[in-house]
């Protein structure tokens, strides 16, 4: 048998020690049991896959939440483009804001398969927060920023070209 890691230890025990709480927020924010599990356990897998920034942070259990929240958010938005799509397929007409959106795929789609085009799109269409950007693509906040400002630029040369 492998002796255990004390991470791991740790992170089960602010698990069993702060189920409760995140269960009872995550289903007020869900609505859907099975949907508020699911975030919980992405939460921890989060924690899991960055442990050292985890463990280390002087609050685990406001880190936890923060991240709790940051994957609800993520759930709830990509429910609603789903909830969007079906009833675009089910002939229901376009909601609002949907034909600006297809408009910016359309416009931009030779743009679309580059990194800049995504990184862009997740910012002013998705409405992710630097913060929730750079723990998607592992980086610093400054990073984040950085690697954002260089995309618009480029996008601006493009479109005035």
């Known amino acids: 048998m492998?002796?255990?890691e004390p991470w791991k230890e740790s992170v089960e025990k602010l698990y069993k020690?702060?189920?409760?709480?995140l269960r009872a927020y995550a289903q007020r924010v869900m609505?859907?049991?099975?949907l508020a599990e699911e975030a919980i356990q992405d939460a921890f897998c989060i924690a899991c896959a960055r442990r050292e920034q985890f463990l280390s942070s002087p609050n685990p259990q406001g880190w936890i939440m923060l991240t709790l929240k940051h994957v609800m958010q993520n759930m709830l938005r990509t429910q609603a483009k789903?909830?969007?799509l079906l009833s675009l397929e089910a002939g229901e007409g376009l909601p609002a804001g949907a034909p600006e959106l297809m408009s910016v795929d359309l416009?931009?789609?030779?743009?679309s398969g580059s990194e800049d085009f995504r990184l862009l799109k997740r910012i002013a269409l998705d409405r992710c927060t630097m913060l929730e950007l750079s723990e998607e693509l592992g980086i610093s906040v400054e990073a984040c920023k950085k690697r954002v400002q260089r995309a618009r630029k480029r996008l601006q040369k493009k479109m005035k070209a």
């Open 2 to 4: 492998k002796p255990s």
């Open 17 to 21: 020690e702060m189920y409760p709480a």
């Open 31 to 34: 609505e859907d049991p099975a």
């Open 82 to 84: 789903l909830k969007t």
């Open 107 to 111: 416009l931009f789609s030779d743009l």
